[in-house]
């Protein structure tokens, strides 16, 4: 999984694609978040070897503090690589993150076998 910051400046990856990058004429990252489903297209990515990987610098404009996104790399629409993406301003990695910390109800004797029929 990579970890972005929730921001639209430039941000840097290091990803082993499954063929060199620097073979095809045109990359497409296709950023898609879980749950609404929004989604974009970047063609402006830049990439750059670094041994065995490859650095691919982009800006995103859809990255929200605490979501999950899906992201697929093409290029010349041949799929090379695929990941998921965790945005957050944390840095602290130490702390693990709580999924839905405020919003559990406690059970409540009172709605016990209340029924709408």
Do not use: C, W
Request: charged residues 20%; aromatic residues 10%; negative net charge.
């Amino acid at each position: 999984m990579i970890i972005l910051l929730p921001n639209t400046s430039s941000q840097t990856i290091s990803i082993m694609p499954r063929k060199d990058l620097s073979t095809f004429s045109s990359i497409n990252l296709k950023i898609r978040r879980d749950g609404d489903g929004k989604s974009e297209n970047i063609t402006s990515a830049t990439i750059a070897a670094n041994g065995n990987f490859t650095d691919v610098t982009f800006s995103s404009t859809i990255l929200k503090e605490g979501s999950t996104y899906f992201l697929e790399i093409t290029g010349d629409t041949e799929l090379v690589y695929r990941d998921k993406i965790f945005s957050t301003s944390q840095s602290d990695y130490k702390i693990k993150h709580v999924v839905s910390q405020n919003l559990y109800t406690t059970y409540s004797s009172a709605d016990d076998n209340t029924y709408i029929v």
